[in-house]
Protein backbone atom coordinates (compact mmCIF):
# COMPACT_ATOMS: atom_id res chain seq x y z
CA UNK A 1 0.00 0.00 0.00
CA UNK A 2 1.54 3.90 -0.80
CA UNK A 3 -0.55 6.68 0.73
CA UNK A 4 -0.16 9.90 -1.47
CA UNK A 5 -0.64 13.55 0.26
CA UNK A 6 -0.26 16.29 -2.76
CA UNK A 7 0.00 19.84 -1.39
CA UNK A 8 1.48 23.32 -2.83
CA UNK A 9 -1.53 24.14 -5.00
CA UNK A 10 -2.72 27.39 -4.95
CA UNK A 11 -4.39 30.97 -6.58
CA UNK A 12 -1.98 32.11 -8.99
CA UNK A 13 -1.86 34.78 -12.23
CA UNK A 14 -1.28 33.67 -15.53
CA UNK A 15 2.05 33.67 -16.08
CA UNK A 16 3.55 32.78 -12.70
CA UNK A 17 4.46 29.69 -11.01
CA UNK A 18 3.09 27.01 -8.54
CA UNK A 19 5.35 23.99 -6.61
CA UNK A 20 3.26 20.89 -5.89
CA UNK A 21 4.68 18.57 -3.88
CA UNK A 22 3.57 14.86 -3.00
CA UNK A 23 4.83 12.91 -0.26
CA UNK A 24 4.42 9.27 -0.32
CA UNK A 25 4.61 7.08 2.73
CA UNK A 26 3.83 2.89 2.57
CA UNK A 27 6.12 1.39 0.11
CA UNK A 28 8.87 3.94 -1.06
CA UNK A 29 7.93 5.32 -4.14
CA UNK A 30 10.94 4.14 -5.89
CA UNK A 31 9.18 0.98 -6.54
CA UNK A 32 6.64 2.79 -8.83
CA UNK A 33 6.26 5.25 -11.99
CA UNK A 34 4.76 8.33 -9.94
CA UNK A 35 2.51 10.16 -11.93
CA UNK A 36 0.76 13.76 -11.83
CA UNK A 37 -2.71 13.81 -13.17
CA UNK A 38 -5.10 17.02 -13.38
CA UNK A 39 -8.92 17.48 -13.82
CA UNK A 40 -10.87 20.41 -14.78
CA UNK A 41 -14.39 20.71 -13.78
CA UNK A 42 -16.57 19.48 -16.59
CA UNK A 43 -13.62 17.14 -18.05
CA UNK A 44 -11.95 14.06 -17.91
CA UNK A 45 -8.55 13.53 -15.89
CA UNK A 46 -5.81 13.96 -18.20
CA UNK A 47 -2.12 12.94 -17.65
CA UNK A 48 0.64 15.60 -17.18
CA UNK A 49 4.02 14.14 -16.33
CA UNK A 50 5.48 10.90 -14.88
CA UNK A 51 8.54 10.41 -13.44
CA UNK A 52 10.51 6.76 -14.11
CA UNK A 53 11.38 4.50 -11.15
CA UNK A 54 14.88 5.42 -11.83
CA UNK A 55 14.45 9.68 -11.14
CA UNK A 56 16.24 9.63 -14.50
CA UNK A 57 13.97 9.61 -16.90
CA UNK A 58 10.88 11.70 -17.23
CA UNK A 59 7.83 12.59 -20.34
CA UNK A 60 5.23 15.12 -20.24
CA UNK A 61 1.78 16.19 -22.11
CA UNK A 62 2.38 18.37 -24.81
CA UNK A 63 0.26 20.63 -23.17
CA UNK A 64 2.81 21.25 -20.46
CA UNK A 65 6.26 20.77 -21.96
CA UNK A 66 8.79 23.07 -21.78
CA UNK A 67 6.74 24.68 -18.73
CA UNK A 68 6.34 22.00 -16.00
CA UNK A 69 8.63 20.02 -14.44
CA UNK A 70 8.73 16.68 -12.65
CA UNK A 71 11.32 15.43 -10.11
CA UNK A 72 12.06 12.91 -7.20
CA UNK A 73 13.59 12.71 -4.26
CA UNK A 74 13.90 8.98 -3.11
CA UNK A 75 15.35 10.31 0.49
CA UNK A 76 11.92 12.15 1.56
CA UNK A 77 9.73 9.67 -0.50
CA UNK A 78 8.55 13.28 -1.91
CA UNK A 79 7.60 13.76 -5.95
CA UNK A 80 7.50 17.36 -7.19
CA UNK A 81 5.81 19.06 -9.88
CA UNK A 82 7.25 22.81 -10.65
CA UNK A 83 4.81 24.40 -12.83
CA UNK A 84 5.94 27.80 -14.81
CA UNK A 85 4.68 29.98 -17.08
CA UNK A 86 0.60 29.08 -15.78
CA UNK A 87 -2.06 30.09 -18.33
CA UNK A 88 -5.68 29.67 -16.92
CA UNK A 89 -6.09 26.59 -19.24
CA UNK A 90 -3.85 24.68 -16.20
CA UNK A 91 -6.41 25.40 -14.03
CA UNK A 92 -7.56 22.14 -12.22
CA UNK A 93 -7.69 19.51 -9.35
CA UNK A 94 -3.84 18.04 -9.80
CA UNK A 95 -3.68 14.60 -8.63
CA UNK A 96 -0.57 12.76 -7.68
CA UNK A 97 -0.42 9.02 -8.51
CA UNK A 98 1.75 5.93 -8.69
CA UNK A 99 1.91 2.90 -11.21
CA UNK A 100 3.76 -0.21 -11.65
CA UNK A 101 3.50 -0.03 -15.17
CA UNK A 102 6.53 0.40 -16.87
CA UNK A 103 5.97 3.34 -18.76
CA UNK A 104 1.69 4.54 -18.07
CA UNK A 105 0.16 7.54 -19.41
CA UNK A 106 -2.86 6.58 -18.74
CA UNK A 107 -5.38 7.48 -15.87
CA UNK A 108 -6.59 3.18 -15.55
CA UNK A 109 -2.44 2.19 -15.38
CA UNK A 110 -1.86 3.56 -11.84
CA UNK A 111 -3.00 2.00 -8.53
CA UNK A 112 -2.49 4.96 -5.73
CA UNK A 113 -3.67 7.92 -5.63
CA UNK A 114 -3.96 11.18 -3.88
CA UNK A 115 -6.20 13.45 -2.81
CA UNK A 116 -5.69 16.19 -4.88
CA UNK A 117 -4.83 20.05 -4.42
CA UNK A 118 -6.59 23.12 -6.49
CA UNK A 119 -4.49 25.00 -8.80
CA UNK A 120 -6.25 28.62 -10.04
CA UNK A 121 -5.14 30.23 -12.42
CA UNK A 122 -6.57 33.61 -13.12
CA UNK A 123 -6.37 35.63 -16.46
Known amino acids: QVQLVESGGGLVQTGGSLRLSCAAS????????MGWFRQAPGKEREFVAAIMRSGVSTYYADSVKGRFTISGDNAKNTVYLQMSSLKPEDTAVYYCAASHYLRPTGAYEYDYWGQGTQVTVSS
Open 26 to 33: GRTFSSYV
